[in-house]
């Protein structure tokens, strides 16, 4: 079995998720070879097909596919494999579309041979298998622990002929971080489950009698009720403080994956069976914001 | 020029879900069910092209399902859409995203869409592959995860959410599908006025049978809810109580909490 593993860069660095497709690979036990559009290999012992990203350019999906299939031509893979990224789901359906055979997105595990997905918000599971001899996947940032960069690459270059009407125009940078949620030890999160804007200020006081900082999920942000620059999850921050308290969070996916390597969490939620509860080290079901002011009494007077 | 948009009903994704009796899909029972949140900006993102362009652009609006997704056409139509295709599908939970993606794209083949709208993804299955999918089989360019949209002498500047907070900005010319994330604008909601206007819009059911050719190429095998790890401590009832043991098990297994 063989896997051709889709590695990503972002202005001349390998992301570390490239890695996790690696770990992946291994768990599948599949022989691995990797594709990266940059300038330099990821370090690791295994073949890897580089396409200079000054030709082909850091974002441009039409040439990004013909490298992907002309390395797919090389190889003959049975596994065509992206991260679930902003990256890897903009690319691998035209792959799959070109190839024509089947995609399973967002791979969180792989569970006798068949790879486990979330359905509705974590709050089922399903698994799946590609009906053909040959399948592309999106694997779940976060879902597999990276290996350490080490190794020596056999690079080989790869180059297509091609053309595509799109046009990169450049990056805008996130905006500026009122909060480093990456250095907080304890950050104390509001869901959509807090019910309304104002009632963030009582989580935010609460997370200021742990001595942490405020965190929110992505509903919270979106709905405007928290800046973006305290989002944890995939598109926002990705944390790893000594306590993380999710008040209101159910669990998403995207923000477990920004959030479960903390030290110690605990979960405040009216719903016992939330998904939060699989990541969670305590699970308080209550309405956190019954239990806030008595917690905050009791950490105020310790 | 025309717009296509193409939308999803989905349970509210606070509710419970069971597994159904054939444990291929959850069980469709007493579940409220909404326009995917997803879609809603899309649909917002067409109707404000329509009126930037001083309602030039006929928009029809697509969905794919039983006789309840008829709700979600109307609220697309009073949102403003002008015509909606209901493709009647009793059994669409059980299409695969290529096979949605071939229905959708054998709707549009030869009725020249200029631009096409999508969410990126579902909130309950979350392949994120249809819009996309849909573009290759029609040759369209496509970019997805927009949380900006602009348009201009036939071409779409696309503000793309990226990681971490960074955002990148893509043009690309017409024909085009673009797939839409959370926070692309601010989704109307319908006005009275406007659900008195949409009963009077045309609106078309096609059998899905008459535009499906693709077999399915994923096959589901097990529906179960989440293994419980089991590994967390439960704390339920009184509040002072509640709080006394949490606050003793920081202090015993943190070194945050003194």
């Known amino acids: 079995m063989k896997a051709l593993l889709i590695c990503e860069q972002r202005e001349g660095k390998i992301l570390d998720t490239s890695y996790e497709l690696v770990a992946f690979a291994d768990r599948l036990g599949a022989e691995k070879v990797l594709v990266l559009v940059g300038k330099e290999a990821p370090k690791v012992d295994a073949k890897v097909y580089l396409a200079d990203v000054d030709k082909f350019g850091e974002y441009n999906p039409d040439l990004h596919k013909q490298v992907v299939l002309e390395a797919i031509h090389k190889e003959n893979p049975d596994y065509v494999v992206f991260v679930h990224s902003s990256y890897g789901w903009d690319l691998a359906p035209r792959v799959a579309a070109a190839l024509k055979v089947g995609q399973v997105s967002e791979v969180v595990n792989i569970v006798d041979g068949k790879f486990e997905l979330t359905l509705c918000n974590a709050k089922l599971r399903r698994t799946v298998a590609p009906k053909g001899a040959r399948a592309v996947l999106t694997v779940q940032a976060g879902a597999f622990n990276a290996v350490e960069a080490s190794g020596s690459a056999q690079v080989e270059a790869i180059d297509v002929a091609g053309s595509s009407k799109l046009q990169f125009v450049g990056y805008e940078p996130a905006e500026k971080k009122d909060v480093d949620l990456g250095r907080a030890e304890i950050i104390v999160s509001a869901g959509r489950g807090v019910g309304k804007k104002e009632n963030v200020a009582i989580i935010a006081e609460l997370a200021k009698a742990f001595g942490g900082e405020l965190g929110a999920s992505r509903p919270v942000v979106d709905a405007g009720w928290v800046a973006h620059s305290h989002q944890v999850g995939t598109t926002g921050q990705t944390v790893s403080p000594k306590l993380y308290v999710a008040c209101g969070i159910s669990g998403a996916i995207q923000h477990l994956a920004g959030m479960k390597k903390s030290d110690f969490i605990v979960a405040i939620n009216k719903d016992k069976d939330a998904p939060i509860s699989e990541a969670a080290d305590v699970m308080v079901v209550a309405d956190v914001l019954q239990l806030a002011p008595v917690l905050m009494e009791k950490l105020r007077a310790a | ?123 309950d299955r979350g392949s994120a592959q249809v819009g996309v999918t849909v573009a290759e089989r029609l040759g369209h360019n496509c970019t997805t995860t927009l949380v900006g949209f602009g348009f201009a002498d036939g071409v779409i500047t696309a503000k793309r959410e990226l990681e971490g907070g960074l955002k990148s900005v893509v043009k690309l010319p017409l024909p085009a599908l673009v797939t839409c994330q959370l926070g692309l604008n601010v989704p109307r909601y319908p006005t009275l006025p406007n659900i008195m206007k949409a009963k009077k819009k045309e609106f078309v059911t096609v059998p899905a049978a008459e535009l499906l050719s693709e077999e399915s190429a994923v096959a589901t095998e097990k529906l179960y809810p989440p293994v419980k790890s089991g590994s967390a401590v439960v704390l339920e009832g009184d509040l002072a109580q509640i709080a006394d043991r949490l606050l003793g098990i920081l202090k015993e297994k943190t070194t945050v909490v003194k």
Request: net charge negative; proline share 4%; aromatic share 8%.
């Open chain 2, 1 to 123: 020029m025309k717009v296509l948009v193409c939308i999803k009903q989905v349970p509210d994704m606070e509710s419970r879900f069971k597994v159904n009796g054939s444990g291929d899909w959850y069980d469709e029972a007493d579940l409220a069910y909404r326009m995917n949140e997803y879609d809603e900006y899309a649909v917002e993102q067409a109707v404000q092209l329509k009126e930037q362009l001083g309602d030039a652009p006929d928009v029809t609006v697509l969905s794919i399902g039983p006789d309840r997704v008829g709700d979600a056409l109307k609220k697309a139509l009073a949102m403003g859409c002008d015509r909606a295709v209901h493709v009647q599908d009793p059994d669409s939970c059980r299409k695969d995203p290529w096979q949605i993606a071939d229905i959708i794209a054998s709707f549009a083949k030869g009725k020249d869409f200029d631009v096409i709208f999508t969410g990126m993804q579902s909130q």
